[in-house]
């Protein structure tokens, strides 16, 4: 054998002393309580710090049932894969899995929350194997992950010399206290700050009531899409779009031309016809001297305008509101709001915006666009007052009759052409709508489940405006192909060969959203998850989110699961790294007021400052973060609950995400807020035949009293033979092969009456330093 690397081992100290493991950052230190904790359960280090700040925090049972979950590498629900399913059975396990996932996580966005509120379930219910069939649960795979559960759940209580009942979780997530949820969010920061990743997202959609999800290639029908989506729990509509040109001349009589004239009745004909025909967006351009944007009333407030506002398109044009006259005696109702532009600069830019973006509403079905050319003659050797046309057509519409072309120029002669067509598109438009939760009808055993009742909390207060779940489906069935974007849809009685229909990728590709905090960098997430397919109607914003699982890759990518996202906006993340003493990005700082305008400066980053972030008092809160991270690093040492501690960040992270941080009614009477102290003052009542015998007599020698409050349980062959308390502690926890292999192992380095130096360690005897120094601190506290 070689012998280990010594950077390496300095690497590792001072890993764990940053990590509060450790008391220093080199073999001199011992570890800390929270070390002692975490080497006492046997779990990766991370997720034992996890449970000591939940620990530290009121929320103890809650991060216990956290970490069991990121400790068990196996999804508990179907895992469907094109590579092993065929079309029909792909589409089906995807779908149903979301939605699932999607019940389960009652607008929490974490892997982890949602899973919890899956495991409450299943142990409440009586008919486990239907309840797992119904939500495409793998059974086996529920039972593992409640046995690792209550595995470390047993350790803890074991540790803390308190009973198992008093950490279980008392509530679901999705019922809990909003202020738990917080907390828990912010200490998977603490732990996983390494982790952040984050997603620029903007929806392309012009309504927070809308979507629409474009469909490329090949056509489908409404038979198809019913294949993978529920009409009567997504609400969506299949919507062809087609393209059409017109050319034409129109003549007029030669005593009843007046170009103004004209144009003004010509106005009053279109708006009518517009009305007639529902178009909701509609413009015309007279040469390249003016153009007239017309639209409906309810999409003149819709994102698209205020987008041709702010890009200086429109600008501050004249706008009025105009009623359409009456049409072959019609009687119409519709309002619309006209906007006049005759700068030939934004007359061009606004054209083509115009052409292009038109139809990207879910409120715009139905555009025209009619050119008239009054000063150009595109042909010589014509009548003096015979004008050239063109009309496009966008939508769900049919072609220009001739009969209309007559009534909007008002003549009879009229020359119209055929209509030249471009390839139709379609979109699938979604209603939004809050997410409505699977049913389930079988025994509860007169539990509360998840998601049942009128009012669960989570749902009441959403982390985020999401796309409709229709959308984020048909996202997740074409993200999983991976290289390519598409679904395959299977044959209906019409056609005998799969339909394969693309996707537009800037909306719907997952695995192209997600980068790492720090570097940029491509994160690769679980594509079938609720909270990597999650794009916020609110933006364009930043999301950012927290990974309780990550693998870094030889590319510099990192891949992640167990996502945690986090309030819209800056300022939660950064709060959460400052109350912990980090920052956003690796910089130093002389004091604390350079320190500040580096916060702010990361807060206000190319204007990604949510409306959020805006309404807080930013600096006061982020002032309150540096104080409360030096307050935290001198009280992590006591491994019980601080309530005061729990109302300061509260009242730190108060209103951050829009809703209210006050204590819970019972933070103060937390079962297991006092155990680690009495046990640490020696009055544990984890052994009752300990407590009954405090002062035991040993024959042949005086009254010896032991004390039975220790934040180990290991013993040595230093310790006498008398100390018959701490040989069955040792026996009991790890069994008799463990005492005979300490001896055998360890007799060379440590045996009877051999003690370590200060400056000693020795990489393979670990078990003997901690023996040792349990033989020391024992010692000092009889003394």
């Not at 904790?37 to 779990?43: D, K, Q, T």
């Not at 044009?317 to 009623?323: A, D, F, I, L, R």
């Not at 982390?463 to 984020?472: K, Q």
């Not at 030096?630 to 729990?646: A, G, K, S, W, Y």
Request: charged share 25%.
């Amino acid at each position: 054998l070689q012998p280990p690397d010594l950077g390496t081992i300095e690497r590792s100290f001072e890993s764990l002393h940053q990590q509060n493991f450790f008391t220093e950052p080199d073999d001199t230190g011992n570890p800390t309580t929270l070390g002692s904790f975490v080497s006492f359960l046997g779990i990766d280090l991370m997720l034992g710090s996890l449970i000591g700040f939940g620990i530290q925090f009121g929320v103890g049972p809650e991060a216990i049932e956290i970490a069991s979950i990121l400790s068990f590498s196996k999804s508990p629900w179907i895992i469907s894969s094109p590579l092993f399913f065929d079309t029909p059975k792909f589409n089906n396990f995807t779908s149903r899995t979301f939605m699932s996932r999607n019940h389960f996580d009652a607008s929490l966005y974490s892997d982890t929350l949602s899973i919890m509120n899956l495991l409450w379930d299943y142990e409440h219910i009586s008919n486990k194997k239907s309840f797992s069939r119904q939500f495409s649960l793998v059974s086996g795979r529920v039972r593992q992950l409640l046995s690792a559960r209550n595995s470390i759940r047993s350790r803890v209580a074991e540790y803390l010399r308190c009973d198992v009942k008093s950490i279980r979780v008392a509530m679901p997530p999705s019922r809990m206290s909003h202020s738990k949820v917080v907390l828990l969010r912010i200490i998977q920061v603490w732990v996983f700050k390494e982790s952040l990743i984050k997603s620029y997202q903007v929806a392309n959609s012009e309504s927070k009531d809308t979507f629409a999800v474009t469909l490329r290639k090949n056509q489908i029908g409404q038979d198809h899409l019913s294949q993978i989506l529920n009409f009567n729990q997504h609400k969506f509509k299949l919507v062809t779009l087609k393209e059409m040109e017109h050319q034409g001349t129109f003549t007029l009589a030669e005593d009843a031309f007046q170009a103004n004239s004209f144009i003004t009745d010509f106005h009053d004909r279109y708006l009518s016809y517009c009305a007639k025909e529902s178009f909701n967006m509609a413009w015309y351009r007279i040469d390249n001297e003016s153009l007239v944007l017309i639209v409906r009333d309810f999409v003149a407030s819709s994102v698209s305008i205020s987008q041709l506002k702010t890009g200086d398109l429109l600008g501050d044009v004249e706008e009025s509101h105009v009623t359409p006259v009456a049409i072959e005696n019609e009687e119409i109702t519709a309002n619309f709001v006209s906007y006049y532009i005759s700068e030939k600069e934004k007359i061009k830019k606004l054209s083509k915006f115009l052409k292009i973006k038109s139809l990207q509403t879910a409120y715009v079905d139905r555009t025209i666009f009619c050119h008239i050319f009054l000063g150009s003659k595109k042909k010589k050797q014509r009548p003096e007052h015979m004008f050239d046309f063109s009309i496009f057509l966008r939508g769900q519409c049919g072609p220009l009759s001739k009969q209309d072309a007559k009534f909007l120029f008002a003549t009879e002669k009229v020359e119209i052409s055929l209509p030249k067509s471009g390839k139709p598109t379609q979109e699938v438009r979604f209603k939004a709508s809050p997410n409505i939760p699977m049913k389930y009808n079988g025994n509860n055993n007169g539990i509360e489940l998840s998601r049942n009742g009128s009012h669960i909390r989570s749902c009441t207060q959403p982390l985020l405006n999401d796309i409709p779940e229709g959308a984020r489906i048909l996202s997740v069935l074409a993200s999983e192909r991976r290289h390519e974007h598409f679904i395959m849809f299977s044959p209906t009685s019409k056609e005998d060969d799969l339909i394969k229909v693309e996707l537009s990728r800037t909306e719907t590709k997952i695995g192209e959203r997600w980068n790492t905090l720090q570097t940029g960098k491509t994160v690769f997430v679980e594509i079938n998850s609720v909270t990597a397919a999650s794009l916020s109607l609110d933006g364009p914003t930043e999301v950012f989110g927290v990974a309780g699982d990550s693998l870094e890759l030889k590319n510099g990518g990192l891949r992640v699961s167990g996502i945690t996202l986090l309030p819209l906006g800056r300022l939660f993340p950064l709060l959460c790294l400052k109350t912990f003493g980090s920052h956003p990005i690796s910089q130093a700082y002389r004091d604390e007021d350079e320190e500040l305008d580096q916060c702010l400066q990361w807060l206000n980053e190319k204007n990604t400052m949510s409306s959020k972030d805006v309404g807080s008092d930013a600096t006061e809160k982020i002032l309150q973060a540096i104080e409360f991270s030096e307050t935290f690093q001198n009280i992590t040492e006591r491994l019980v609950c601080h309530p005061d501690l729990v109302v300061k960040i509260l009242t730190i992270f108060n209103l951050v995400d829009g809703y209210e941080c006050v204590p819970w009614d019972n933070l103060h009477q937390e079962i297991y807020h006092g155990c680690n102290e009495v046990k640490r003052e020696g009055r544990s009542n984890y052994n009752s035949r300990a407590l009954r015998n405090r002062t035991k007599k040993v024959p042949g020698k005086q009254e010896q009293e032991f004390n039975t409050g220790s934040n180990s349980s290991l013993r040595s062959d230093g310790i006498k033979n008398s100390n018959k308390f701490f040989e069955a502690t040792i026996l009991k926890v790890f069994g008799k092969k463990t005492k005979k292999l300490e001896k055998r192992l360890f007799a060379t380095t440590l045996g009877d009456g051999a003690t370590l130096k200060e400056s000693d360690f020795p990489s393979t005897n670990i078990l003997s330093m901690l023996i040792e120094s349990y033989q020391k601190a024992a010692n000092e506290k009889k003394e």
